[in-house]
């Protein structure tokens, strides 16, 4: 039984950095997702990996996020850089087994892929 525990989430100036960090029992999925929300608005996926290879991230995010994975310790991280506050949002970590359902580039973004879903952190930028 796999379970996703986030962490690592907080309030930080503009400018600023934070790493989150997704405790993943039971190990990593083949492919891995950060999303976050905002109250009113659609989930949007931020970054993912599929099955090791090259991240994709959102155009949003691009240069400034960074997301890795330690399958040894069965951990997934979001280094966030130069936040802003259009930033600020609940951050989810995702994961999804089975290689057949992970799929790659702009389509591993969506949500409805992912069938293991944390219960958040929240992210505040000021």
């Known amino acids: 039984h796999v379970q996703l525990v986030e962490s690592g989430g907080g309030s930080v100036q503009a400018g600023g950095s934070l790493r989150l960090s997704c405790t993943a029992s039971g190990g990593l999925g083949y492919c891995m997702a950060w999303f976050r929300e905002v109250p009113g608005k659609e989930r949007e996926g931020v970054a993912h990996?599929?099955?090791?290879?090259?991240?994709y991230y959102a155009a949003s995010v691009k240069g400034r996020f960074i997301v890795s994975e330690d399958n040894d310790n069965s951990m997934f991280y979001l280094q966030m850089n130069a936040l802003t506050p259009e930033d600020t949002a609940k951050y989810y970590c995702?994961?999804?087994?089975?290689?057949?359902?992970?799929?790659?580039?702009?389509?591993?973004?969506?949500?409805?892929?992912?069938?293991?879903w944390g219960q958040g952190t929240q992210v505040t930028v000021s």
């Open positions: 995702a994961s999804q087994r089975r290689a057949l359902d992970c799929y790659s580039g702009a389509s591993g973004l969506r949500a409805r892929q992912y069938n293991i």
């Open positions: 990996i599929r099955g090791g290879s090259t991240p």
